[in-house]
């Protein structure tokens, strides 16, 4: 079989030292070797926590790979990109998951939250997974809802085979591991600072890839009086890390997790002793005899195991042969890119290569596609909603406000009439557990309402006669057909309220029938927005005296998608009313925001 040709997307330098990119930059120059046409696409460095100009980049290119052409996709794009750009995508995609990104040290619950809903649903448009490790399969399958035949294990590769010993007069305790707080060498220099009574020397190896942690432990170094004995290394060359593990004693990573960790089978290539912790997939990279395991952030079981290897000789040397046993039988690179290019080999051309656009995919275009867009509509959204709270998405469409509040980190409750838009919906959002999708309208009383469908541009389908008259004599609406009909359930506010709770912002955009749903209200809220054209003013003014009735409220304004405020203050509600009257036809449509007084 001719080798398949395929495309391997990688965020920032390929050649930053991590154990990450080490694996893939030797897996794409390996694929190369055995026959495969791999094209390296790199993608901004933001990922997994990416920019909106980078998350805008990843999607259009990502987008333009053929459906031909499998797409490797790098573990901290694929875990953090969107996943309506990743239905996008054309080309048949296959995860690389060194670890889930929610597994990282040191975030938060909602970032963590964020970070697995966005891989599950992700991992659910992935036609085939690569993992180093069993430990990272068996997270997939029990936890992210990966059945196993989509899984395969491509251990690293090693190109390290060990050389000549170098004994040195002081013992040399080695950690090879980034300045990152996953990597727990902070536990480590707290371990040390316990066996200040024996003969040693520790050096520390790894870019400050936190440059905030890595200052931490400069400190910690001297804080513990460590500054004689300990070194901090940092990045260093090829060949004096070589030297080094050659002179090393014993290698010691108080990792805090590991997907598999390429730094282990360094160590059983060199042949020595390892201290670590039981967590993640450690557990399997270090066999049994080569390796002393506590459990992670435990420096006082940590100093113990290292005393025990620095001062039994015959131990020492018991795990040293174990490892250099175990490291003899390390797979090579080459070995790895044979497991991946099967995977490339066996796999189909993409089920739905891309098309003419539909409907729905040019709004996914429109509301998804823009990053600046997105960025703008996330800076203006968090003026009015924010972690914890509640939000009502009163015609969600495909729910692009949606994810922006669910990105603010509020409770979001979405509705969306339209039995096909809904449909999306779901398959965008609805795996998100801070999301609830009805499919359903909202009006002035409960029962249901006929939708007058816009099969070409469904973003205006109406549940609004008026709005398809109005439409028919207006210049900017020319060609607008609403070519059938559909009966869908109709709520209130007031309903919603009852169900979900009082919401703390309301976005309500329905295509001429906000006013009906205002009406479905009887209490005033804290914020609202409604959108409003200019083929029917009159609505939009009706909406603000309906506001009145409810509460005093303020008002400004958004034109169009700018997703900017107009005013610098907020206007009386007559003030508003002179703006809307004022404004030319050409500016069409935007958002009315009202804030109730205090």
């Not at 791999?38 to 980049?57: C, K, N, Q, W, Y």
């Not at 066996?346 to 539909?358: C, D, E, Y």
């Not at 949606?402 to 409750?413: E, P, Y």
Request: aromatic residues 6%.
């Amino acid at each position: 079989m001719t080798p398949r040709s395929a495309a391997f997307a990688i965020p920032g330098d390929i050649n930053t030292v991590t154990g990450g990119y080490i694996y893939e930059r030797r897996l794409l120059e390996t694929l190369h070797e055995i026959g495969h046409d791999v094209r390296h696409i790199e993608l901004g460095a933001s990922f997994g926590d990416p920019t909106a100009v980078d998350m805008a980049h990843a999607i259009d290119a990502l987008c333009e790979i053929k459906a031909t052409r499998p797409l490797i996709l790098d573990g901290l794009v694929f875990g953090s990109l969107d996943t309506a750009g990743m239905a996008r995508i054309s080309a048949p995609i296959v995860a690389m998951i060194h670890h889930p990104l929610a597994l990282e040290t040191g975030l938060d619950a909602a970032r963590r939250d964020h970070l697995f809903r966005t891989e599950r649903d992700n991992l659910a448009l992935a036609a085939h997974v690569l993992v180093p490790s069993p430990h990272t399969a068996n997270i997939l399958t029990t936890q992210y809802n990966v059945t196993p035949h989509r899984i395969s294990i491509a251990q690293p590769g090693t190109d390290v085979r060990g050389g000549a010993r170098q004994a040195t007069k002081t013992p040399l305790i080695l950690s090879v591991g980034i300045q990152h707080a996953r990597k727990g060498h902070d536990v480590l220099l707290h371990a040390l600072a316990r066996l200040r009574h024996l003969n040693w020397r520790a050096v520390i190896v790894g870019s400050a890839h936190d440059p905030h942690h890595a200052a931490e432990l400069a400190d910690l170094v001297v804080t513990l009086g460590l500054s004689d004995r300990v070194t901090l290394a940092g990045r260093i060359p090829q060949d004096a890390l070589e030297t080094l593990y050659a002179q090393a004693t014993v290698f010691a990573l108080a990792t805090r997790y590991e997907g598999y960790g390429i730094v282990f089978d360094e160590a059983l290539a060199w042949g020595l002793p390892i201290v670590s912790c039981d967590t993640g997939a450690v557990g399997q990279t270090v066999p049994q005899g080569a390796g002393l395991l506590v459990a992670p952030d435990a420096p006082a079981p940590f100093a113990e195991c290292l005393a025990q290897v620095l001062t039994d000789a015959d131990l020492r040397q018991t795990m040293a042969d174990a490892a250099l046993t175990a490291g003899a039988k390390l797979p090579t690179w080459r070995d790895t890119a044979q497991i991946a290019g099967a995977v490339l080999n066996r796999l189909g051309p993409a089920q739905h290569p891309r098309k003419t656009p539909t409907p729905i995919g040019r709004s996914l275009d429109t509301y998804y596609r823009d990053g600046a867009r997105t960025a703008r509509m996330d800076r203006l959204n968090a003026q009015f909603i924010g972690a914890g709270q509640l939000a009502f998405d009163i015609g969600a469409h495909l729910g692009d406000r949606t994810a922006s509040f669910a990105r603010l980190g509020a409770r979001v409750v979405a509705l969306e009439p339209q039995p096909h838009i809904h449909r999306a919906l779901r398959l965008i959002h609805g795996r998100t557990d801070n999301i609830a999708l009805i499919q359903a309208a909202a009006g002035a009383a409960h029962g249901t309402v006929e939708l007058h469908l816009n099969s070409a541009n469904p973003t205006i389908t109406t549940a609004s006669q008026d709005l398809i008259t109005q439409a028919k004599t207006a210049e900017s609406w020319q060609g607008q057909i609403w070519d059938s009909t559909v009966c869908v359930p109709l709520c209130t506010l007031d309903q919603l309220i009852a169900d979900h709770g009082t919401p703390d912002f309301v976005k309500i955009d329905v295509e001429g029938f906000e006013l009906e749903v205002l009406k479905g209200l009887s209490v005033p809220l804290p914020m609202l927005s409604f959108e409003f054209t200019t083929i029917q003013r009159d609505i939009a003014m009706a909406c603000v005296d309906r506001l009145g009735d409810l509460g005093a409220y303020d008002f400004n304004i958004s034109l169009g998608e700018d997703h900017r405020l107009h005013h610098a203050t907020w206007v009386s509600p007559d003030a508003m009313r002179a703006h809307l009257a004022a404004l030319p036809h050409s500016a069409n449509s935007g958002d009315i925001y009202a804030r109730l007084r205090p």
